[in-house]
């Protein structure tokens, strides 16, 4: 099993900057696509971008040019840096990760909140 835990959530004026972390831990040998979703109130999850373990990367357009992922696999650690926020991106952003057989990996979340 792999372990996930988000940080770097808070409070941002529109137009700010914010950058999420997601730090893995446990059986990190059977990682595979890692990804960043979030949820905003009263919606459903939604991915906003994905990152295979060499690097690839793939971004939801409401997040494209914007929002940017990586993954440093020798820190244990995936990054979302998030510019040019805006209200719609309040949310709670969820760390993902795929292991392969059909097992996957959730964190439990961190909040942004973004004002205009």
């Known amino acids: 099993q792999v372990q996930l835990v988000e940080s770097g959530g808070g409070s941002a004026q529109a137009g700010g900057s914010l950058r999420l972390s997601c730090v893995f831990s446990?059986?990190?040998?059977?990682?595979?696509?890692m990804a960043w979703y979030r949820q905003p109130p009263g919606k459903q999850r939604e991915l906003v971008a994905r990152?295979?373990?060499?690097?690839?990367?793939a971004t939801a357009d409401s997040a494209k040019g914007r929002f940017t992922i990586s993954r440093d696999n020798a820190k244990k650690t995936m990054y979302l840096q998030m510019n040019s926020l805006k209200s719609d991106d309040t949310a709670v952003y969820y760390c993902?990760?795929?292991?392969?057989?059909?097992?996957?990996?959730w964190g439990k979340g961190t909040l942004v909140t973004v004002s205009s």
């Open positions: 993902y990760a795929a292991m392969g057989s059909g097992m996957e990996s």
């Open positions: 990152i295979s373990r060499g690097g690839e990367t």
């Open positions: 446990g059986s990190i040998f059977r990682l595979g696509v």
